[in-house]
């Protein structure tokens, strides 16, 4: 009986469980590997696998692998086909979770719930996406937490009990795919997250597409065809560039070879040369760490701590930036790709301990009573009218306390009307069409006969984990009715158990 943290990551996942006393071990996969790239292969025979093979593949039948997935989760598709289907992002998602939670039975047992991460600054939708990804892969999903979060609980639970003074901690975590920064109260059995700012399309990958079109447009230079409109070649030079910028974190030169079209060139790179390539994804990064203190009002020496997490962080170039704006070196000691998982691990046992859901797990006294407290990443507001304008009615605000919930008055527009419509909206403009649709508030059941202007409450809120919640009160009652959010681009109930039977019958190595 275990339960289990996983790193679901763009690129990479990682999978954690907690030892008797409650502190976290990384748990390798069965090739014995500490991380799992996030490829899913769809094989011929029907079967998929998942992992470093199925980057492999991808080398010889591109069209047969899903890589990145992780950047589409919230939208209604993955994008190209895989193997001549199309499948959701939610999907194949679940075919990653599902040979993680395999593996980690291998060694742990029959893995009985999963809390599983998701970037700060992912809203709603992605977060939804997410669990029903551990849905569709059978998972019992016990919650989600954010990544920085997770890491700062990990790095938290290392310290061990000294925490006797609360220190403020920021956590800047440059992933595969994802960027987040968030600042951390850390105390003593006491975790809360005080602000949190991030880009989800932010990470190594842009890193290693700066070094594709670079080596790319110099081939053509030299009188090769361009590799990039060819699917396989185009693997090949990610594939390239990756191990190139991973050498040049650790050595001042390397070079990049590209072998296409019976051509091969070899292009030199200095380290200093790559990082002129990709200042502005950096300075990117800067601004938003910026912006996370000025959202917290607080000054770098307000600061104790910088945390870097996230496999990019092993760029110099990283570390430097971070030293040059805090002014303090920042805190190596974590292992950057692990400790994600590692804090999914903890935040396991933490809920698990509050819910009781394990009965059949010891208790972790060291666990027990953490209080963890987080923010929303963006506001929460409803699509209202203004004149001809539709705009963006903020309820609650980003980087309010959670759980939050505000409530707001609605009138029925006509007699015997049974139901109301409210447009759910994420973001902080102010037009309502540059925010990101939640979906549509359908409160339904109101009792028959109301007269017009009946007064319909109806109440937001933001859980701990960032999921959105609707009630509704009919006030001329004082009876709740049903309020359900629709998502236009949302898994129904449906396809999701028709995904989870073939996730089901899959067989995923
Ligand atoms: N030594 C290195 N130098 C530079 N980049 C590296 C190095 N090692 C790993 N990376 C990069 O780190 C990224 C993977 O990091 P990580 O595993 O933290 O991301 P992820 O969890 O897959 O993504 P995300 O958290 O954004 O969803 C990849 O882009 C990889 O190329
Ligand atoms: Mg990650």
Same mark, same amino acid.
């Given at each position: 009986?275990?339960?289990?943290?996983?790193?679901?990551?763009?690129?990479?996942?990682?999978?954690?469980?907690?030892?008797?006393?409650?502190?976290?071990?990384?748990?390798?996969?069965?090739?014995?590997?500490?991380?799992?790239?996030?490829?899913?292969?769809?094989?011929?025979?029907?079967?998929?696998?998942?992992?470093?093979?199925?980057?492999?593949?991808?080398?010889?039948?591109?069209?047969?692998?899903?890589?990145?997935? !992780? #950047?589409?989760?919230g /939208?209604?598709?993955? %994008?190209?086909?895989?193997? &001549?289907?199309?499948?959701?992002p @939610?999907? *194949?998602?679940?075919?990653?979770?599902?040979?993680?939670a395999?593996?980690?039975?291998?060694?742990?047992?029959?893995?009985?719930?999963?809390?599983?991460?998701?970037?700060?600054?992912f809203?709603?939708?992605?977060?939804?996406a997410?669990?029903?990804?551990?849905?569709?892969?059978?998972?019992?999903?016990?919650?989600?937490?954010?990544?920085?979060?997770?890491?700062?609980?990990?790095?938290?639970?290392?310290?061990?009990?000294?925490?006797?003074?609360?220190?403020?901690?920021?956590?800047?975590?440059?992933?595969?795919?994802?960027?987040?920064?968030?600042?951390?109260?850390?105390?003593? !059995? #006491?975790f809360?997250? /005080?602000?949190?700012? %991030?880009?989800?399309?932010? &990470?190594?990958?842009?890193?290693? @597409?700066? *070094?594709?079109?670079?080596?790319?447009?110099?081939?053509?230079?030299?009188?090769?065809?361009?590799?990039?409109?060819?699917?396989?070649?185009?693997?090949?030079?990610?594939?390239?560039?990756?191990?190139?910028?991973?050498?040049?974190?650790?050595?001042?030169?390397?070079?990049?070879?590209?072998?296409?079209?019976?051509?091969?060139?070899?292009?030199?790179?200095?380290?200093?040369?790559?990082?002129?390539?990709?200042?502005?994804?950096?300075?990117?990064?800067?601004?938003?760490?910026?912006?996370?203190?000025?959202?917290s009002?607080?000054?770098?020496?307000?600061?104790?701590?910088?945390?870097?997490?996230?496999?990019?962080?092993?760029?110099?170039?990283?570390?430097?930036?971070?030293?040059?704006l805090?002014?303090?070196?920042?805190?190596?000691?974590?292992?950057?790709?692990?400790?994600?998982?590692?804090?999914?691990?903890?935040?396991?046992g933490?809920?698990?301990?509050?819910?009781?859901v394990?009965?059949?797990?010891?208790?972790?006294?060291?666990?027990?009573?953490?209080?963890?407290?987080?923010?929303?990443?963006?506001?929460?507001?409803?699509?209202?009218?203004?004149?001809?304008?539709?705009?963006?009615?903020?309820?609650?605000?980003?980087?309010?306390?959670?759980?939050?919930?505000?409530?707001?008055?609605?009138?029925?527009?006509?007699?015997?009307?049974?139901?109301?419509?409210?447009?759910?909206?994420?973001?902080?403009?102010?037009?309502?069409?540059?925010?990101?649709?939640?979906?549509?508030?359908?409160?339904?059941?109101?009792?028959?006969?109301?007269?017009?202007?009946?007064?319909?409450?109806?109440?937001?809120?933001?859980?701990?984990?960032?999921?959105?919640?609707?009630?509704?009160?009919?006030?001329?009652?004082?009876?709740?009715?049903?309020?359900?959010?629709?998502?236009?681009?949302?898994?129904?109930?449906d396809?999701?158990?028709?995904?989870?039977?073939?996730?089901?019958?899959?067989?995923?190595?």
């Open positions: 009986m275990s339960l289990i943290g996983i790193d679901l990551g763009t690129t990479f996942c990682a999978v954690a469980a907690l030892d008797d006393r409650g502190r976290p071990f990384t748990v390798p996969n069965r090739d014995g590997e500490v991380l799992t790239p996030s490829a899913v292969y769809l094989a011929p025979d029907g079967s998929a696998v998942v992992g470093q093979a199925a980057l492999d593949m991808a080398l010889e039948q591109p069209d047969r692998v899903a890589t990145l997935v !992780k #950047r589409r989760m /939208l209604p598709d993955y %994008g190209p086909q895989v193997a &001549g289907r199309e499948f959701r @939610e999907a *194949l998602s679940a075919v990653i979770l599902k040979k993680l395999q593996d980690a039975a291998l060694q742990l047992g029959p893995v009985t719930g999963c809390v599983i991460t998701v970037p700060a600054y809203d709603d939708t992605r977060r939804k997410t669990m029903d990804a551990g849905k569709i892969a059978g998972l019992n999903v016990i919650d989600i937490i954010d990544e920085p979060s997770a890491a700062a609980l990990a790095y938290s639970t290392q310290q061990g009990e000294d925490v006797t003074q609360p220190r403020t901690v920021l956590v800047y975590d440059l992933g595969g795919g994802t960027f987040d920064v968030t600042l951390v109260k850390l105390g003593r !059995k #006491r809360q997250v /005080l602000a949190i700012e %991030g880009d989800v399309r932010l &990470g190594g990958r842009d890193w290693d @597409e700066r *070094l594709v079109n670079w080596a790319a447009d110099q081939f053509v230079r030299q009188g090769g065809a361009d590799p990039r409109t060819d699917p396989q070649a185009l693997v090949h030079l990610f594939s390239t560039a990756e191990r190139v910028k991973r050498t040049l974190s650790k050595i001042e030169q390397a070079s990049f070879t590209v072998n296409h079209g019976g051509h091969k060139f070899t292009f030199p790179l200095a380290r200093g040369d790559f990082e002129a390539l990709t200042r502005d994804l950096l300075v990117r990064t800067r601004l938003t760490a910026q912006q996370v203190l000025k959202q009002k607080l000054t770098w020496d307000a600061v104790d701590k910088v945390l870097m997490v996230g496999g990019s962080t092993h760029m110099p170039a990283c570390t430097q930036m971070l030293t040059d805090t002014g303090k070196a920042p805190d190596r000691s974590l292992a950057v790709s692990e400790v994600v998982a590692r804090g999914a691990a903890v935040h396991a933490i809920a698990s301990a509050a819910m009781d394990g009965a059949a797990l010891p208790a972790i006294p060291d666990l027990a009573d953490v209080v963890e407290i987080s923010v929303n990443a963006h506001s929460l507001g409803v699509e209202v009218r203004a004149g001809t304008e539709r705009v963006n009615d903020k309820l609650i605000l980003k980087n309010t306390q959670l759980p939050a919930s505000v409530s707001r008055m609605y009138f029925t527009a006509a007699e015997n009307q049974t139901r109301v419509r409210v447009r759910i909206l994420q973001g902080e403009a102010h037009q309502a069409e540059a925010c990101i649709p939640v979906g549509e508030c359908w409160i339904e059941g109101l009792p028959p006969n109301l007269p017009k202007g009946a007064p319909v409450r109806v109440k937001c809120g933001v859980a701990s984990n960032g999921r959105i919640e609707v009630t509704a009160t009919d006030e001329t009652s004082g009876r709740a009715v049903t309020a359900a959010i629709h998502r236009p681009g949302g898994l129904s109930d396809e999701l158990a028709r995904a989870a039977e073939w996730v089901r019958a899959l067989k995923v190595q």
